[in-house]
């Protein structure tokens, strides 16, 4: 073994030794970052197709989004919102201008964004529809993948999320992802929200039939329900429009937004929605000392200036369709099925997912195995012809080598 293979295996025998075994990840150790590519400690580069799961939209490090940082870094970086500061006003302007809403909640993690939903849920069912207290219904579809709180779990349909975690919240109802028939049925007094993903990332890419999502908007508006969509790793561009739901003409009532909104640098997140449903929340119903920091403020909206000013989704759309295209052309036994939208593309596999997965990393491309059978392929946006090419011919190595 190398002196660089000892240093990488004494990192990962730390990280076994001290850390929580909740993770799975591919044994390449990250040292530094830039752009599209991943090093390791002994200089080797590795296409990163992984971006963080849509955190890294933009690129690694970006100098602009870096720049931001280390301006407000010393100035000052957290308040709280006992007070006010000169950073939240100027982002929440530029965050609801950008998504086209009137008001915006911000958070941290993408699954405190889906909670600050489920509240404002609830708060509109009993204010609003005037449903029985307690009994509020939001409607989720199985597959589903909002995060791992406890009552993102309790919406979960996955086993592997709620093993041995109950007692689990109730007020949701899972119907099949795309079947809007079942959908139609599930819909009753009770229902205030769908809470949906356009595309499901975490549970294999899977894309809704066409119309579904439209149809589903539709069923909402005829019954006074809120949509709300949890674009957290679909939206900022990565399906080749700013929001995935953009492709169905659509508008969410509640948009659930993340990951890449911090640019790769600092968890951002937010809920966004009218200014009358997010008049709801009164002061102490719902809070974050963390969420709308100075800091946090000025990554956000470095991080949207670079997704407009270098036309990311855009971007996205050509990248993605080169690519799939490029998949496709493998016509690898190995591959069933190529399907995603942009940069957001599933591979069905008819072997292991995980093993083609270390065959690329060999290969110095670092993809991840979403399902037994599903690898996903989600470079950053500003992926570049010549690193498709690397891609394409480092995934027809990995197929050869994986039958």
């Not at 205030?192 to 899977?206: K, T």
């Not at 966004?272 to 969420?291: E, K, W, Y």
């Amino acid at each position: 073994m190398h002196d660089i293979d000892r240093k990488a295996a004494a990192f990962i025998e730390l990280e076994d030794r001290y850390g929580a075994h909740n993770y799975q990840p591919l044994d390449v150790v990250v040292e530094r970052a830039e752009g599209v590519w991943l090093y390791d400690g002994a200089g080797k580069r590795y296409l990163d197709c992984v971006s963080a799961y849509s955190a890294v939209n933009q690129g690694h490090c970006h100098p602009r989004i870096r720049a931001a940082l280390e301006e407000q870094a010393r100035k000052v970086t957290l308040t709280s919102r006992a007070m006010r500061n000169d950073r939240l006003g100027p982002f929440l302007k530029r965050l609801t201008e950008f998504c086209g809403y009137e008001s915006a909640l911000p958070m941290n993690t993408g699954v405190e964004a889906v909670e600050t939903a489920i509240k404002l849920a609830r708060r509109y069912a009993y204010e609003r529809k005037r449903v029985a207290s307690d009994s509020a219904e939001i409607i989720v579809f199985a597959n589903n993948f909002h995060g791992r709180t406890t009552a993102a779990i309790s919406a979960s349909t996955t086993e592997q999320y709620r093993h041995d975690f109950g007692p689990f919240t109730p007020g949701f109802v899972a119907v099949p992802y795309g079947d809007y028939d079942a959908l139609a049925a599930a819909v009753n007094e009770r229902t205030c929200a769908i809470l949906v993903e356009p595309i499901q990332g975490e549970g294999g890419v899977i894309v809704p039939p066409p119309d579904f999502l439209k149809r589903a908007w539709g069923l909402c508006r005829e019954h006074r329900v809120l949509f709300m969509a949890d674009e957290i790793q679909t939206g900022l561009g990565r399906t080749g429009d700013l929001f995935a739901c953009d492709h169905d003409g659509i508008k969410p009532d509640v948009m659930i937004v993340g990951k890449a909104l911090g640019g790769g640098y600092y968890p951002v997140s937010a809920m966004l929605a009218s200014r009358d449903l997010m008049q709801l929340f009164g002061p102490g119903d719902h809070g974050s000392t963390f969420g709308g920091n100075p800091l946090a403020c000025a990554v956000g909206m470095a991080s949207l200036d670079v997704i407009e000013s270098e036309n990311l989704p855009a971007r996205a759309r050509y990248a993605g369709a080169r690519l799939m295209r490029g998949l496709r052309d493998l016509a690898s036994p190995a591959i069933e099925e190529v399907r995603g939208r942009g940069l957001l593309i599933g591979l069905q596999l008819t072997v292991p997912a995980r093993r083609l997965a270390e065959l690329l990393m060999e290969r110095g491309v670092v993809a991840k195995d979403t399902h037994e059978d599903v690898l996903r392929i989600a470079p950053p946006l500003v992926i570049e012809d010549a690193e498709i090419e690397l891609l394409l011919s480092a995934m027809d190595g990995a197929l050869k080598a994986v039958l």
